[in-house]
């Protein structure tokens, strides 16, 4: 088969690879769709340490199972599903409190396992095992279902941040997570949902949601004046970021309400991960701060049934469909602003 393969910084090419064959207690899929997520982009761009190539990539996926070694199994031949990625191999405190995201003894689809750029993919038996994949029951496209992994990223990150009707959520960064993360706050009732980005394009993407405001981050920094000026002058009670800057996260803990909730969504460059803070703000307005990191698998339950249930505006998300072997445009469109999801349909 063809398969879009990590060999290093910088090299993803298309390349032919042998077809996976299930094991015991292993499945076959076959892909029909897998999304670009933010995390392909930065290993393609900067290299992981913890990718050993050559690595198949690809985690936000939707495929079918042709064939199955796990007759106990209650997925069959047939059923169509998504997995959560995140395989877990042994019981520690991080799994028995429900946080298997933390656990150390974690493995990743994309990461250790051959992900989902490719026509088929196999799925571990402990996966199997573990009842990381889930049918898909209803009609709904197999490339919006490949949304329910980042989806779940974010429903992690709100699990701590307990938007709520008397709550003004601020997003900083609009691509395409920042754009779910404004989607689930109005989702739970946020009173007033606001948007910044540095970037104009990506904003005037963000007015296709049912965002109260979208504000352009500018060098001279009244942004953060305007922000104040759409939340009575308090700031808003919920700051996401969701962009990898120090910058971004240094508005969050400006712009924060007192009493307020940040969340740092994204992470820093792993080369470069020590940013000068004011604490005080942190200090002075009793902020609460929070992580984020992956997903639970009670996220990822939630994302599934989210999108099952329509209610999510996952079809504008997703603004561009290429075939794998036009993978490697995926990237620029990304990096632009012009795309927000892109869609990887790997079936020849
Ligand atoms: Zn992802």
């Not at 199955?68 to 042994?90: C, F, Q, T, W």
């Not at 691509?175 to 540095?198: E, F, S, T, Y």
């Not at 997903?295 to 561009?320: M, N, V, Y």
């Amino acid at each position: 088969m063809d398969a879009a393969v990590y060999l290093g910084k910088e090299q993803l090419p298309v390349l032919q690879v042998p077809d996976p064959q299930p094991g015991p207690g292993e499945m076959l899929l076959t892909i029909d769709a897998c999304s670009v997520c933010g995390t392909d982009l930065r290993t393609f761009r900067h290299g992981d340490k913890k990718i050993l190539p050559p690595r198949i990539l690809g985690h936000e996926f939707c495929g079918r199972v042709v064939e199955s070694n796990a007759p106990e199994s209650p997925v069959k031949v047939g059923d169509r599903v998504v997995m959560y990625i995140v395989l877990v191999h042994g019981r520690d405190r991080y799994v028995e409190m429900g946080r298997e995201n933390l656990t150390t003894e974690r493995t990743t689809v994309s990461y250790h396992h051959d992900g989902a750029f490719a026509p088929l993919l196999r799925v571990p038996a402990l996966a199997v095992r573990n009842g990381n994949l889930f049918r898909v029951t209803s009609d709904i496209p197999s490339d919006i279902m490949s949304l329910a992994e980042p989806l779940g990223c974010c429903l992690n990150a709100h699990s701590r941040l307990r938007v709520g009707l008397k709550d003004t959520v601020a997003v900083i960064g609009a691509g395409p997570i920042g754009i779910m993360h404004a989607c689930l706050a109005r989702l739970q009732g946020a009173q007033k949902v606001i948007l910044l980005d540095n970037n104009p394009a990506r904003l005037a993407l963000a007015a296709r949601f049912d965002i109260d405001a979208a504000v352009l981050v500018r060098p001279d920094g009244s942004h953060r004046d305007e922000v104040r000026a759409l939340t009575g002058g308090f700031g808003p009670d919920v700051v996401v970021v969701a962009v990898s800057s120090a910058a971004a996260q240094n508005d969050a803990l400006d712009l924060a309400a007192r009493a307020g909730r940040v969340n740092f969504f994204a992470g820093l460059p792993k080369s470069d991960p020590i940013a000068a803070l004011d604490v005080n703000h942190i200090h002075y307005k009793e902020l609460e701060i929070s992580g984020s990191y992956s997903e639970k698998k009670s996220d990822f339950q939630a994302a599934f049934a989210l999108l099952h249930s329509g209610r999510f505006p996952a079809d504008r998300i997703i603004t561009h469909r290429l075939p794998l072997q036009r993978i490697g445009e995926a990237f620029p469109l990304m990096e632009s602003g012009v795309a927000l999801k892109v869609c990887i349909l790997p079936q020849p």
